[in-house]
Structure formats: C-alpha cells, structure tokens
C-alpha cells in the first residue's frame, strides 16, 4: 500500500522568509510525487511533479522540491515566501497507472 | 486550456434526497476521478474511470454510485443523502501515465446535507 504523510497541518512563514513543506512517503514501488496547490474557493493546481528525470524539480511560482529516496521524502521549498503563497498545499504520490493517493494537507500562511 | 467543469459550486440538500454531481471535461481524457476533501483529512478517492461503462472503487465508496455514459461525463450520485456527507467533493480528469501523466480538477461544489 502507498501513503503520503504531510508533517504540520499549519505552517506560518513571514513574507520573505524560507517556505518548507515536508512531505514523506511510503511504497513498495517506485513513486511518482506530486505537489498541488489550493487557493481558497479554487481547485487543485499541480506545482510539480516528480518522475524520476531529476531528484530537484523546479515548478511554478518559484517552487522546488527535492526526491530523497534514502529519506522517503520529498519536501517543497520555496526561497522567498509572498503574501500570494498563502493556500492549501497537498503532496500525493501513485505509481504508473494507480490513482493518486493524497496527504492531509498543510495551510500554508504568509504574514506580512 | 483544458476544462474540469463540475455542475454546481454550492448545494444543500435535505437528507434522503437522491443527489447528483455532474462533472464534465473537454479534452478527451480517458481517466475521471471523484474524490471529497474534508478538513484534516485531505482528498480521498470515491469512485473512478478509467473508461466509458467503467468503474472502480475507490476508498470511500459507502453511500456514493457513480455513472458513466459517455467519455467526457462522470457523474457522482448520492442514493440516499445523510448529513455525513456534507463535504467538498472534487473531480478531476486525467491525460497520461508517469513521466507524462497531467491530472486536472474542477472548483469543487460544496455540498449541505440538512
């Protein structure tokens, strides 16, 4: 069985500063990864994906995220956070043709 | 630019009711997905399609059926509405697998079960 566990349901940054949300994973197989965003009212959004190409995965909005096999995890970072990053963020994973399998989520706040 | 449209963002419904959810892509996609999304428990997977007349459970199918008549239509039905399933419910349409796999979702109807 897959499982995504997203570690800290709110995380509150102040603008500017580092963004990190952790995102560790369990499978049998290997994984492909995936991080979506959630502004409110809206849908989910992909950020990037994970597919094995490169363990650093460069997504929109100036987001990255590193796969790190030997840590089970893939951790979503951005450098700089602005105040428009505030949303829900959703790590989930599946392998080949499965359905993705989601984390819990952790709202990202941004205070100015 | 792809399109996830989902019949209705709100809905309230009274408990008993037979309620249908309607979700409609444009892009030809093969696979649909219906999930609902609780606070604290993220998204999770009802039913979904992999093809026309095709279905599978997800990990919460208790109370939900869905539909499948044609290739660009995924319907979620509620036989018999209960207040447990006051929820957001998620659908989202599919292109590819792995390293070319696209996955898109529609704004979400949030539904009120009275």
């Known amino acids: 069985a897959q499982s995504v566990t997203q570690l800290g349901s709110h995380v509150s940054v102040s603008e500017g500063a580092l963004v990190l949300l952790r995102c560790n994973y369990s499978?049998?197989?290997?994984?492909?990864l995936f991080w979506y965003v959630q502004y409110p009212n809206k849908g989910l959004q992909l950020l990037l994906k994970y597919t094995s190409a490169a363990t650093l995965v460069k997504g929109i909005n100036g987001f990255e995220a590193e796969f790190k096999k030997s840590e089970t995890s893939f951790h979503l970072t951005k450098p700089s956070a602005h105040m428009s990053d505030a949303a829900e963020y959703f790590c989930a994973l599946n392998s080949g043709n499965t359905p993705l399998v989601f984390g819990k989520g952790t709202r990202l706040s941004v205070i100015a | 630019d792809v399109k996830v449209t989902q019949s209705s963002r709100y809905l309230v419904k009274r408990t008993g009711e037979k309620v249908f959810l309607e979700c409609v892509q444009d892009m030809d996609h093969e696979n649909m997905f219906w999930y609902r999304q609780d606070p604290g428990l993220g998204l999770r997977l009802i039913y979904f399609?992999?093809?026309?007349?095709?279905?599978e459970k997800g990990d919460i199918p208790e109370g939900y059926s869905v539909s499948r008549e044609k290739k660009e239509r995924f319907s979620l039905i509620l036989e018999s509405a209960s207040t447990n399933q006051t929820s957001m419910y998620l659908c989202?349409?599919?292109?590819?697998?792995?390293?070319?796999?696209?996955?898109?979702f529609g704004p979400g109807t949030r539904l009120l079960v009275l």
């Open positions: 499978s049998s197989v290997p994984p492909y």
């Open positions: 989202a349409s599919r292109t590819g697998t792995g390293l070319r796999e696209t996955q898109y």
């Open positions: 399609s992999y093809d026309v007349k095709m279905k």
